[in-house]
């Protein structure tokens, strides 16, 4: 119990849970903080500005009263090789003034571009436009170029703009480098080789599992794709047995189909995951469905038998040189279908924790969902994979970030 005017001194490893107040008394539980493993997979350079973000959001947002250690598999260590590589292309902007402006701007779009969701690289784009000069995206061709107002045959502005190209250039790399480094102390780092896709997905849990001694140790483990923004506060809603987030393109509408597993000698072949809602009072309806892999998890000791018995199925369909229709998420669909049928309890999210950076709202709210959510974890639209029809540019969601 607690007085009028006491002051609340929370017990060291301990933090607030729900306050119940019952006739005028206030009634504060102290629950024990847990012990949280987050993992990763972060490979292939295109991913890695990526990891340092999600890692900067998630010391703020994800279970911030609980002690939670972050582990990533990744190649990053190969980013100082590539960094050499990237300085070493400074140099060969000589020739005469034509050559020395175009492989300028070859090397400021090919710069631009790599490093775009770096945070350096607003200064960048503001350096070019004082002197006129403006980057230009072409996403349904997928090419880039530079617009300006350089004389290509003035000796003295090509040799301004070279020299504002390489001084850009490489406060940008400098300061990705440092981002990187800084990412690199506040993580358990697992030196994983670059493999192609969908390596990176379909075999994370054979990954994970070359850890499992260490992931014993905690009370909660869960895994979050390397492109997510985490934007807001994520707390013990998340916790359960095992946990799972909606797809958000098969989510709420009965007119959507999801994408199980479709060939009955897969693995991962399933009928239908889901549960009973209740639509109306006394009207209940089966609510299908398609949990997304990009976010998942539970408690460590169901995490772990889960992610074997994923693996071993995994390894099957491998063995038979088959691969399932939707790689891991596939399985994972798989196997909390069976964990249903066996009485499991699954903690259902909903598509807040999925939530699409794309989203075309006249589309989605009425049509699949059926009413709108607040975005808690957004996947990102990646701008080496963008398209026409791939929603709004990645620059405009992280506005203000």
Not at 163 to 168: A, E, G, M, P
Not at 175 to 183: C, Q, R
Not at 364 to 390: M, N, Q, V
Request: charged share 25%.
């Amino acid at each position: 119990m607690m007085s009028k005017g006491r002051k609340l001194l929370i017990p060291k490893g301990k933090y607030v849970g729900q306050i119940e107040i019952n006739d005028g008394e206030i009634r504060v539980p102290f629950l024990k903080k847990k012990k949280v493993a987050l993992l990763f997979v972060c490979l292939n350079e295109h991913y890695w500005p990526y990891i340092c973000q999600v890692i900067k959001d998630c010391k703020k947002n994800f279970l911030p009263h609980h002690n939670v250690d972050y582990f990533v598999w990744t190649d990053i260590h190969r980013f100082a090789e590539i960094k050499k590589k990237q300085l070493q292309g400074l140099d060969t902007i000589t020739g005469t003034a034509q050559e020395r402006a175009k492989k300028a701007v070859d090397f400021a779009v090919s710069t631009f571009f790599y490093y775009q969701i770096y945070s350096a690289t607003g200064f960048f784009i503001k350096e070019m436009e004082k002197m006129g000069v403006r980057f230009k995206v072409d996403q349904e061709k997928g090419i880039s170029w530079i617009e300006g107002n350089v004389d290509q045959n003035d000796e003295q502005q090509v040799n301004q703009f070279v020299d504002i190209v390489k001084s850009v250039c490489l406060s940008i790399i400098e300061a990705a480098n440092k981002e990187i480094e800084d990412f690199m102390k506040s993580v358990t780092v697992i030196e994983s080789d670059p493999v192609s896709w969908p390596a990176p997905t379909l075999m994370r849990y054979h990954l994970f599992l070359n850890e499992e001694e260490k992931l014993k140790d905690y009370d909660y483990i869960y895994y979050l794709d390397a492109d997510m923004r985490v934007v807001q506060k994520i707390s013990d809603e998340i916790f359960g047995n095992l946990t799972a987030a909606p797809h958000p393109g098969y989510a709420i509408s009965k007119k959507m189909i999801p994408p199980y597993e479709p060939n009955p000698e897969s693995a991962a072949h399933i009928f239908r995951l889901g549960q009973i809602i209740e639509e109306e009072p006394g009207k209940k309806r089966f609510y299908p469905f398609y949990a997304a892999g990009g976010f998942q998890g539970g408690k460590s000791d169901y995490f772990i038998t889960a992610m074997k018995v994923m693996k071993k199925g995994i390894d099957r369909d491998f063995d038979r040189n088959y691969t399932a229709i939707w790689n891991d998420e596939s399985f994972y669909n798989k196997y909390l279908w069976e964990f249903q049928r066996r009485g499991g309890k699954i903690t259902f999210l909903d598509v807040s924790y999925i939530y699409p950076d794309s989203l075309i709202k006249e589309y989605y709210e009425p049509i699949i969902w059926g009413r709108s959510y607040e975005p808690k974890i957004i996947t990102l639209t990646k701008p080496f994979s963008l398209s026409k029809a791939g929603g709004q540019a990645v620059s405009e969601m992280l506005k203000g970030s």
